[in-house]
């Protein structure tokens, strides 16, 4: 089967530093994606690993352990906009289909 | 606007009606997929083309869905004899073979289906 988990809410600090998890079980492993959601919109892309390792990308970093089935994303210097979903995503084969987690719903406050 | 587009927006129907949404990718893109999201849920994948072949369908989906894309460019997605549990948002993705490795996908606006 596949499976990935993802806390369901957290609560941060506006100009704090947050680490959201994401560990997985899946027939295949292509890639992890994490992608942000607010309410009502689309996802769209923050950042995509296949290789063990952080990935950093301006305020946002992702990394990956394949051993261990885990990637977190890291948010720092929180802003207000930054509340939002975000969605740990697995590419399983070469088809690119995606298997996504529930999401984990942020929430900043002041 | 060169992103991925989706119409209608919003769709209210009653239970029995067959519904009708279309998508219109990134125009480079040869890739579209079709996508269901529930509140607090993750997008469920739905289907998958690349250029006019639809080549993988969750085996989760009912007879009752069909999908097209019939010259590789836009696509749509019909349900037929809707029912309560179809209400949820409807999201096209598209991407292209050419930005490997990412592939990543760029995500329409959504349609959201509401069944009476």
């Known amino acids: 089967g596949q499976n990935i988990d993802q806390p369901t809410e957290m609560t941060a600090t506006e100009g704090a530093i947050v680490q959201i998890n994401c560990t997985y079980q899946?027939?295949?492993?292509?890639?992890l994606f994490w992608y942000q959601q607010h309410a009502g919109e689309a996802p769209t892309f923050l950042s995509y690993n296949v290789l063990d390792g952080l990935e950093e990308k301006g305020r946002f970093s992702s990394f990956l352990s394949r051993s261990k089935g885990y990637s977190y994303l890291l948010l720092k210097e929180l802003q207000m906009k930054d509340s939002a979903s975000y969605l740990c995503a697995v590419r399983v084969n070469s088809n690119y289909q995606l298997i996504w987690g529930a999401g984990t719903k942020l929430i900043i406050k002041p | 606007d060169t992103g991925v587009s989706q119409n209608p927006r919003h769709k209210i129907t009653k239970r029995g009606q067959n519904v009708t949404f279309r998508c219109d990718p990134i125009?480079?893109?040869?890739?579209l997929y079709w996508y269901r999201q529930t509140l607090g849920q993750g997008p469920e994948f739905l289907t998958y083309f690349q250029n006019e072949a639809q080549l993988e369908k969750s085996r989760l989906l009912s007879d009752r869905f069909s999908a097209e894309r019939p010259k590789g460019s836009f696509s749509t997605l019909e349900i037929q004899r809707t029912e309560q549990g179809d209400s949820a948002m409807y999201l096209c993705?598209?991407?292209?073979?050419?930005?490997?490795?990412?592939?990543?996908?760029?995500f329409g606006p959504g349609t959201r289906l509401t069944v009476l």
């Open positions: 125009s480079e893109h040869n890739r």
């Open positions: 993705a598209s991407s292209a073979s050419r930005d490997r490795p990412y592939n990543e996908q760029f």
């Open positions: 899946t027939s295949g492993f292509n890639g």
